[in-house]
């Protein structure tokens, strides 16, 4: 194969070589929605507009964008070292951040396993699970429970115990001894409920069939997330999880809070765990822990699930599980000074605070258009939007499109589900411009 010539190494960007994720590949190179440079609030386009973030990233950026203490933390650390391996060996700012991420979390979960993502800290608990009922004894417990419409990204196991059926369909047989729980939206007993809705809570009974179905001796672990974020805001019904945790514990069986969008002050408190009183055995989480400024994961561990493996011969590694960008060195410090800055500004405080006129001015848009349904919990809000009868999706497509182009806005579209979560430094100001422009994008495409 010839080499590229000089001239082509500086060829114009071609758009095409790039396969990108999760995105409609041939619409976008025929129009691009190029960002260029962010601060806080705001991106910038290569033309210079400003485009208001209302959908922190993705949903990871939950300090702004650019912070000053984060970009020098990362700086400092780059120059510092670069890199250190994590088996065998550590640095010591992963056991500071460990501590630090422990010490926000309910209960006694008391112990932190990092990986690079929100997928590889899903695939990590999933694996937790089984080799910890394997190391108590129980190894026929192999089965794990997920939920219809849950994601929990995009490893084997996470598609596998997802639930969101473009997910699944073209990547085969998945794991075998999965099974779902069905998912807890009901528009007819739900629309327009703020928060967790009334209607619902009795869907977690259906852990007790799968338990009489299966026997609890072969299930490991039931993984939910406390609000189903990707699949278009799907906050849990009231008294949902607080079954759950009881079915579980009655059954022996594990349960995992899959908390990579609701952590880190999505909900107003540094877990959902937290708002909602109840403390699962494992949480993942990714995302907001750097403010999305490097990519980071983990899964926090309650104590009891810890000891099972701190056994036998000391030189022995106790679990064959882990990365080799585990606990790297740029994103411990990056993840260090947004915990800094999420304390020193009171960030979750500050969601929970602006939670309601968050609420108020999301449920201003009821009545528009094609609004079928508005879902705001914490500082997120889903707003389902009829479908066009020539297809799924076209709406919400070409909502996140004129958002983009003709009202300077980003926001996520799933399906026709307008998903919108913006930085929590968030101002009231710039909550009513949001809701503005999306009451107008809603208009522009009925
Ligand atoms: C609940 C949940 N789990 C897992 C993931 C996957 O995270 P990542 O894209 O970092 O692999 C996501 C991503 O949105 C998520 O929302």
Not at 65 to 83: G, L, S
Not at 152 to 160: C, P, Q, T
């Amino acid at each position: 194969m010839p080499m590229p010539s000089s001239a082509a190494l500086n060829a114009p960007n071609d758009l095409e070589p790039f396969w990108m994720p999760f995105t409609s590949n041939r619409a976008f190179k025929k129009r691009p929605r190029l960002l260029a440079s962010a601060k806080d609030m705001h991106y910038v386009t290569p033309d210079g507009r400003q485009v208001i973030d209302g959908s922190a990233g993705l949903w990871c950026t939950n300090a702004g964008h650019n912070r000053a203490p984060i970009v020098a933390a990362i700086q400092a650390q780059a120059a510092e070292m670069d890199y250190a391996p994590p088996f065998q060996f550590a640095h010591p700012k992963a056991f500071e951040l460990a501590s630090r991420i422990a010490a926000l979390a309910p209960g006694d979960l008391d112990h932190v396993f990092f990986c690079n993502s929100g997928s590889e800290a899903v695939d990590t608990a999933l694996k937790i699970a089984l080799a910890y009922h394997n190391v108590r004894g129980n190894a026929s417990r192999v089965r794990l429970i997920g939920r219809e419409r849950g994601y929990h990204g995009v490893g084997f196991g996470g598609v596998a115990v997802g639930g969101i059926v473009n997910n699944r369909k073209q990547f085969g047989a998945l794991l075998a001894g999965v099974d779902h729980l069905s998912h807890t939206y009901n528009r007819a007993e739900q629309a327009f409920s703020v928060d967790q809705p009334e209607w619902g809570g009795h869907l977690a009974d259906e852990l007790d069939r799968l338990v009489a179905l299966h026997d609890a001796s072969t299930i490991a672990a039931v993984i939910v997330e406390p609000m189903a974020g990707s699949t278009g805001v799907i906050p849990s019904p009231k008294g949902y999880l607080q079954k759950l945790r009881s079915i579980c514990d009655k059954h022996g069986i594990l349960l995992i809070f899959d908390e990579v969008i609701t952590g880190y002050g999505r909900l107003g408190y540094a877990f959902a765990a937290e708002r909602y009183g109840v403390v699962p055995d494992m949480i993942t989480f990714a995302k907001g822990i750097t403010s999305g400024s490097v990519p980071m994961g983990g899964v926090l561990v309650r104590k009891h699930i810890y000891d099972a493996f701190m056994q036998g011969p000391e030189h022995i590694i106790e679990l064959f599980h882990g990365y080799t960008y585990s606990a790297h060195p740029l994103a411990c410090a990056a993840g260090l000074a947004t915990l800094d800055l999420y304390r020193e500004e009171g960030l979750f405080e500050r969601a929970r605070k602006l939670e309601k006129p968050w609420a108020d001015a999301a449920l201003g848009l009821k009545g528009l258009p094609n609004v079928l349904d508005i879902r705001p919990v914490g500082m997120t809000v889903g707003i389902d939007l009829a479908s066009r009868p020539d297809g799924a999706g076209k709406r919400g497509f070409e909502a996140l499109d004129a958002g983009f182009f003709d009202h300077d806005i980003m926001f996520r579209a799933v399906g026709d589900t307008l998903a919108l979560s913006p930085p929590l430094i968030v101002s009231e100001s710039q909550i009513g411009e949001i809701f503005d422009k999306v009451g107008r994008i809603i208009k522009a495409v009925a």
